[in-house]
């Protein structure tokens, strides 16, 4: 809370509504807030000064999304772990699925000068092979 209030003291007292340096913690609350309702976060915005939902969905889609391990998140974790000074021994954890969330929307991310469509489920190419060999080339 101490880090939010500093936050609009200090957007009070620019003079542009644009160009805010928003510190890490408050960026993961609204993001966490904006993943769970856009329409509290509007709400909630009308109240307080927020980062905008187009500096969210670039900070969400910082890393790229694609199946399987996502490196860039593994990195994010040790490095988070280091910022808090866990100790490599310390280290030790298990991975657990219990549900998974759905993006509702579709989005167009730009990489190397293309285009792609993010959003769909793709189960990999040996799902793609067992469908081929199980179903024939036709």
């Not at 209030?5 to 966490?32: A, D, E, M, T, Y």
Request: net charge positive; glycine share 8%.
């Amino acid at each position: 809370m101490k880090i939010l209030f500093k936050q609009q003291q200090q957007c009070l007292k620019q003079k542009s509504v644009k160009g805010h340096r928003w510190h890490p913690r408050i960026i993961r609350l609204c993001l966490n807030i904006y993943a769970r309702s856009q329409h509290a976060y509007d709400e909630l915005a009308r109240v307080l000064i927020l980062p905008s939902k187009r500096t969210l969905v670039y900070k969400k889609n910082m890393n790229p999304k694609q199946p399987g391990w996502n490196f860039e998140s593994v990195k994010g974790l040790i490095d988070a772990a280091d910022r808090v000074g866990l100790k490599d021994i310390n280290w030790y954890g298990g991975l657990c699925f219990d549900e998974m969330a759905i993006q509702e929307d579709l989005q167009m991310v730009k990489s190397d000068g293309k285009s792609k469509l993010v959003g769909f489920v793709s189960l990999g190419d040996s799902y793609e092979d067992m469908n081929i060999m199980m179903k024939g080339w036709y």
